[in-house]
């Protein structure tokens, strides 16, 4: 029997409750399908400021690394935000994605029919969307050097910032963009500025190269403007969309509200040797925090994704995607999800009547 360790960061606020039931489905997709997920839980962000006065320990971070996957939940809220930025609760996170080199961001963008008027654009443009923002997550504009702002002789300031990138660092997310669109629909648009960013252009190049590993998948060049447009114009015309840092932060916000509830979104961060950690794109909520109202989805999701994209387990993801859609298709709705005429439950119920709803489908 496989066997795969995972590590569960639940943090703070919501984090430990949408956990708890993302956990219960990791165990029963493992069963279901005679792998053994051995679980290791740890405590990060706040929770771990408070026990050992750090966001993340060195013996966590070890963890992580010896690790196959690991799934956090979310970290922060008002307790720790009068900290110093340096020992601040996020601080944890941005130590984890530099040590496991997590280079490849992704967040789908997939509207579920029973949600479909959560949207706040129309249903006809935004019912059947199902796409994925692969984002660059360790270069361009956000780390380039030189940056920064200096005075100059006549007393006005200047600022720069470097969109810079290399040929590997390119070749690298476009291999995984590939990867994520040979296990969809097999399209991938790659989005850029190549008609004015000489490093865009440059882009354009490396990714149309890497292609031609990849001739069962359909490639495109979008400029980022028109991109944006498309975005709320057709989205459903996308399947996998890879693009830069910068852009990738802001297009990967734009499509994830076309879906219109931040509790239903996963994403993955995928790194060096295998490396990935995945996590729901909300943060820890601290309003609703032990209150059993939280949306346990886009955990639930991210543990879909972790199955799909570390362990090859297409089988097991797309049953628990099914397992949601049904579960909403039956008129189940936690409250930030809710509408009049459907049945509104809580955290932990969502979790059971979807870990139920796994088990009755057929293998
Ligand atoms: P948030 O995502 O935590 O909450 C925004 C709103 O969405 C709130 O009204 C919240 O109740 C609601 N919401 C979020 N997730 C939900 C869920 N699963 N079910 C139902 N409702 C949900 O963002 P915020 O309020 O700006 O930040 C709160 C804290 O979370 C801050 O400390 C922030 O720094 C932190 N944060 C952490 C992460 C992370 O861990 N990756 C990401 C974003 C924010």
Known sequence: MKCFRILVLPGDGIGPEIMREATKILLAAGKRHCVEFDIVEAAVGGASID??????????????????????GAVGGPKWESLDYGVRPERALLRLRKELGLFANLRPAKVYSPLVDSSTLKREVVEGVDLIVVRE???????????????????????????????????RIARVAFDVARKRNKRLTSVDKANV????????????????????????????????????????????????????????????MLTGSIGMLPSASLGRDS????????????????????????????????LKYSFDMQGASAEIEKAVEVVLEKGYRTPDIYTKGTRRIGCSEMGNIILDELEAVAI
């Open 275 to 306: 490396r990935a950690m995945y996590e729901p794109i909300h943060g820890s909520a601290p309003d609703i925090a032990g209150r059993d109202v939280a949306n346990p989805i886009a955990t639930i999701l991210s543990v879909a994704m972790m």
């Open 197 to 256: 960013l000489e490093t865009t252009e440059l882009w354009r190049k490396v990714v149309t190269d890497v292609s031609q590993y990849y001739p069962d998948v359909e490639l495109s060049h979008m400029y980022v403007d028109n991109c944006a447009m498309q975005l709320v114009r057709d989205p459903a015309q996308f399947d996998v969309i890879v693009t830069e840092n910068t852009f990738g932060d802001i297009l990967s916000d734009e499509a994830a």
């Open 137 to 171: 997550l360790t270069g361009g504009l956000y780390f380039g050097t030189p940056r920064g702002v200096e005075r100059l002789p006549d007393g006005t300031e200047r600022g720069v910032n470097t969109l810079v990138y290399t040929t590997p660092e390119i070749e």
């Open 51 to 72: 026990e050992h006065g750090v966001p993340l320990t060195d013996e966590v971070l070890r963890m992580a690394l010896d690790s196959d996957a690991v799934l956090l």
